[in-house]
């Protein structure tokens, strides 16, 4: 069987965010509760005090105790992900079974959470919502969240990364064009920084935002209202 | 001449994208728009914004990755 090259930066990233989760530890359980945080572990308490908020928003009280870390995780994960373009990795979102195990877990989550929530009967019950014939359109419904998750995530990664290929080759003729110094991409130094801020880190940052943000808002969708 | 009748195809394929432009675009205007009359509401209108954006770019992604498809699986 042939290996995917995007297995390699899968591993490089998981082990990257493992070694960085076990350093995070580590500054966590040394840091004084009383005394003013500073440096990393500031920015992880903000990050994690954005992410509580924004869950706690969305959904109740019961849900968000469990929910928080793991969209915690797939945010951080996302995020690196889509940034390790920028380290001349091919970035592991752009391999489509990474974006469609993520997407599978979110409607995993959904209906477990559905499931939890509803009770048995309730959750057997909104299978035929509003009548019993719709038991296909509901069906077709869990469907489309998971391709729709999934492939947004893959295009727009994807895109990037093959824009940016085509761009360092277009790049690379023009500069053969420069006497001397031309067989090095030396326009594509001067025009290439630009274009990775905005596919890799902008792009990268938005669509983990964009995620994590649908994954709350279809589970808070499917849980029952409450007062 | 398959293969230029395939590049055509694609690049009609990813006209589809412009029409989701126009409408993204709307969603933004919109949302800047009811942002400016309710200032306190800033926080569930942006919200509600990036998912409807988000959704709305389905469209386009579907276009792109038929072009992908056309380029890459049958041209190759």
């Known amino acids: ?227 | 001449m398959e293969k230029a009748l395939m590049a055509f195809a694609a690049a009609l394929c990813v006209c589809g994208g412009c029409v989701t432009g126009i409408m993204e675009g709307k969603v933004a205007v919109q949302a800047v728009e009811s942002i400016g009359k309710n200032p306190d509401a800033a926080d569930k209108i942006q919200s509600m914004a990036i998912i409807g954006a988000a959704i709305s770019e389905t469209c386009a992604i579907y276009c792109l990755l038929v072009a992908f498809l056309i380029i890459f699986v049958l041209g190759a």
């Not at chain 1, 995007?6 to 493992?18: G, R």
Request: aromatic share 14%; charged share 10%.
């Open chain 1, 1 to 227: 069987m042939e290996i995917q090259s995007a297995v390699y930066s899968i591993i490089i990233v998981t082990l990257f965010m493992a070694l960085l989760l076990v350093y995070i530890n580590r500054k966590l359980v040394k840091f004084d509760p009383l005394s003013r945080p500073t440096g990393i572990v500031l920015l992880v308490i903000m990050y994690a005090q954005m992410i509580d908020n924004m869950v706690r928003s969305k959904t109740n009280e019961k849900v968000a105790k469990y929910l928080t870390p793991y969209i915690m995780t797939v945010a951080a994960y996302i995020f690196l992900a889509n940034i390790s373009g920028l380290f001349s990795l091919e970035p592991p979102t752009s391999n489509y079974s990474v974006t469609l195990a993520l997407g599978a877990i979110t409607c995993i989550l959904i209906e477990v959470f559905s499931f939890i929530c509803r009770g048995p009967k309730g959750y057997l019950k909104s299978w035929f919502e509003p009548f019993a014939p719709f038991v296909v359109m509901n069906l077709m419904s869990k469907f489309s969240t998971l391709l729709s998750l999934s492939l947004r995530l893959f295009g727009n990664i994807i895109s990037g990364s093959i824009l940016m290929t085509v761009i360092y080759s277009m790049l690379g003729n023009i500069s053969k064009s420069i006497p001397f110094i031309g067989e090095f991409n030396i326009v594509g130094v001067a025009v290439a920084p630009v274009l990775h801020f905005y596919f890799d880190l902008f792009s990268g940052v938005m669509q983990a935002f964009i995620f994590i943000t649908l994954t709350v808002s279809f589970i808070g969708k499917e849980l029952p209202e409450e007062k």
